[in-house]
């Protein structure tokens, strides 16, 4: 009986620690052009918390907890660049994405977490 615990505490464990890699592995870095299509109209949320539109126009209105923001937006090299206040500076991310799920990263190799990407108004 022990020894079918451990098995089992190790098959779990292998599960649990395979699969962000294996989901890792469906997300693909976007170029501006792809950013733009994907993104550019649409909202991206957690599907509870919060969301930030990304309309044409570069203004960029975010819902945070019941609180909204107007900011900016826009596509520089291969980078969504985004601030939530139009006086902040800028900050630049890699856009990756798998189906409707996407990733904002400052840098390849960051821990990251995902969000959807839906219709505007979807909420």
């Known amino acids: 009986m ?5 098995l ?9 620690v395979t699969m962000p890699a294996i989901a890792e592995e469906n997300f693909g870095l976007l170029k501006a052009k792809q950013i733009r299509a994907r993104v550019v109209g649409k909202d991206i949320s957690d599907g509870v918390h919060w ?4 309309r044409k126009d570069g203004a960029l209105i975010s819902m945070d907890m019941g609180t909204q923001r107007t900011g900016i937006w826009k596509i520089q ?5 985004k601030s939530k206040a139009k006086t902040n500076p800028l ?3 890699e856009v990756w994405m798998s189906g409707d799920n996407i990733s904002l990263r400052l840098n390849k190799g960051d821990t990251h977490f995902i969000e959807v990407v839906e219709k505007h108004g979807a909420n």
Do not use: F, N, P
Not at 8 to 16: G, H, R
């Open 77 to 81: 090299g291969d980078k969504l660049c």
């Open 51 to 54: 969301s930030e539109y990304y």
């Open 2 to 6: 022990i020894r079918k615990m451990r």
């Open 8 to 16: 089992l505490v190790a098959v779990a464990l292998t599960i649990v």
């Open 91 to 93: 900050t630049c991310y």
